[in-house]
């Protein structure tokens, strides 16, 4: 298979994907090593195909997805991670992203995606299998997450939940 032909299916193959999906599978997928589905990622990204790269792997966006659109703004340190983030979507909510603004490098975004409890425990665990520090670690803690909410109820539920366990960051 030529490497346009191959770059085509991985698309395909990202429009049949519910969730992330990893360099090494798609590696496995298409016969061809991890570094060869990198550079076909990269250069599908390079002609305007919208590919997020996150923890879990690479995700085609959904622009047709519905759902509210809401940042909030927390608090916490690196234990509590999971925590928070579960409060999140045991609400229905999807964490997108993680924002945090760094002194040097202005906004730093990481792309979550995670929208039950199993998503938030495969992102808990690859933080810990990679001893990586969290964005928020660059903060004292203080974060955002653009959060994808059913209604602007769920919304304002999820945000009371999060301060009454002293998470929300409050002004």
Not at 31 to 47: M, Y
Not at 91 to 112: A, N
């Amino acid at each position: 298979m030529k490497a346009g032909e191959r770059r085509e299916r991985i698309l395909e193959y990202f429009r049949r994907q519910t969730g992330p999906v990893s360099a090494s599978a798609l590696a496995a997928e298409f016969s061809v090593s991890r570094q060869i589905i990198v550079g076909d990622v990269a250069l599908l990204r390079a002609s305007g195909v919208d590919i997020d790269a996150t923890p879990r792997g690479y995700i085609l966006k959904e622009k047709e997805k519905k759902g509210l659109i809401r940042r909030v703004a927390c608090v916490h340190n690196g234990d509590q991670m999971a925590d928070e983030l579960n409060i999140c979507v045991d609400y229905g909510c999807e964490v997108l992203d993680v924002i945090v603004e760094h002194p040097v490098y202005g906004e730093l975004t990481g792309k979550l995606y995670l929208q039950s409890r199993y998503d938030v425990a495969q992102f808990i665990q690859k933080v810990q299998q990679e001893s990586a520090h969290s964005l928020s670690e660059l903060t004292d803690g203080a974060h955002l997450h653009t959060l994808r909410c059913p209604s602007q109820d769920i919304f304002e539920k999820t945000c009371e939940a999060l301060k009454a366990s002293g998470y929300l960051l409050e002004t």
